[in-house]
């Protein structure tokens, strides 16, 4: 399996605040690479897909971009509507996710 | 717009079945070239995809969890189901069915999701 390493794992930071979180896969994994934000208890919520393709309805403060086995995700202006944790996900091989980066009021 | 929402018992003994299903709304499990998923994530901890049934009901599963996974789509419900045998208190996890789709440069996008559904396995 193509392993998902995010890094930090978690991470205090004050509205305003512009966030990179960095996803990076054991092998190339071309740009099948999504991101998503959880907020706890409810289900995770698609940002970005295809690494840079940010979805219909995501505010345009998030940004994703990478190829091949390093990708990052952006937050510019961090809102408190932004705390939450966010996984990455590669669809290349065998579905898996990174371990998550929480993202918390500073 | 499309909605999922997962159904079944939240507490299953060990060494039994667990079977859930996900009824889907504003949309077919029969049309649109979707991977009809279930996801899970254990308490406080990552997610894990456990398998898809692709709307033409071809299925492909986590290895990892192949040997007891059985997915599959009632389409005059408009429904499809988990089922996870022999099943362990490694199982307990809140299970999420979701929709996928591939684009042109990525797949098994996960787009819309269920609520989730916690399943705790105890005696």
């Known amino acids: 399996d193509i392993q998902m390493t995010q890094s930090p794992s978690s991470l205090s930071a004050f509205v305003g605040d512009r966030v990179t979180i960095t996803c990076r896969a054991s092998?190339?994994?071309?740009?099948?690479l999504n991101w998503y934000q959880q907020k706890p208890g409810k289900a995770p919520k698609l940002l970005i897909s295809?690494?840079?393709s940010l979805q219909s309805g995501v505010p345009s403060r998030f940004s994703g971009s990478g190829s091949g086995t390093d990708f990052t995700l952006t937050i510019n202006s961090l809102q408190p509507e932004d705390f939450a944790t966010y996984y990455c996900?590669?669809?290349?091989?065998?579905?898996?996710f990174g371990g998550g980066t929480k993202v918390e009021i500073k | 717009q499309v909605q999922l929402q997962e159904s079944g018992p939240g507490l299953v003994k060990p060494s039994e079945t667990l079977s859930l299903t996900c009824t889907v709304s504003?949309?077919?499990?029969?049309?649109?070239?979707?991977?009809w998923s279930w996801i899970r994530q254990p308490p406080g901890k990552g997610l894990e995809w456990i398998g898809y049934?692709?709307?033409?009901?071809?299925?492909n599963y986590n290895p990892s969890l192949k040997s007891r996974v059985t997915i599959s789509v009632d389409r005059s419900k408009n429904h499809f189901s988990l089922r996870l045998s022999s099943v362990t208190a490694a199982d307990t996890a809140v299970y999420y069915c979701?929709?996928?789709?591939?684009?042109?440069?990525?797949?098994?996008?996960?787009?819309?999701w269920g609520q989730g559904t916690l399943v705790t396995v105890s005696s």
């Open positions: 092998q190339s994994i071309s740009s099948y």
């Open positions: 996900q590669q669809s290349y091989s065998t579905l898996t």
């Open positions: 979701a929709k996928g789709y591939c684009s042109s440069s990525s797949c098994y996008i996960f787009d819309y």
């Open positions: 049934i692709y709307y033409s009901g071809s299925t």
């Open positions: 504003g949309g077919s499990v029969s049309s649109g070239s979707y991977y």
């Open positions: 295809a690494a840079s």
